[in-house]
C-alpha cells in the first residue's frame, strides 16, 4: 500500500473518530465547536479577502507603472 492511500485512510479514520466524538458530545459542546469552525472559516475569509485586496492594489500599482513608462517613450520618440 502506498504512502497516499494510508494518508487516506488515516485521514478517514481520523473523520470517523471526530465525527463520532462530536455526536456524543453535550449540546454544549457541539455548539463550542461549531463556534470554533465559524470563527476559523471568518478568519480564514477575511484572511483571504486581505490577500486578494493586496493582489489587487500590486496589480494596479503595476499597470500604472506601464502605463506611466509606455507614455514616456511616446514622448520620447515624438
Not at 471526530?18 to 480564514?44: C, F, G, H, M, R
Request: hydrophobic share 35%.
Amino acid at each position: 500500500m502506498g504512502n497516499k492511500t494510508k494518508g487516506l485512510l488515516a485521514l478517514l479514520g481520523l473523520g470517523a473518530l471526530a465525527y463520532w466524538k462530536y455526536k456524543k458530545s453535550t449540546p454544549e459542546e457541539q455548539q463550542a465547536v461549531k463556534d470554533k469552525i465559524n470563527t476559523a472559516k471568518d478568519n480564514l475569509n477575511k484572511w483571504g479577502n486581505d490577500l486578494k485586496s493586496k493582489a489587487t492594489d500590486a496589480a494596479s500599482q503595476v499597470q500604472n507603472k506601464v502605463e506611466e513608462v509606455k507614455t514616456k517613450a511616446e514622448d520620447s520618440f515624438n
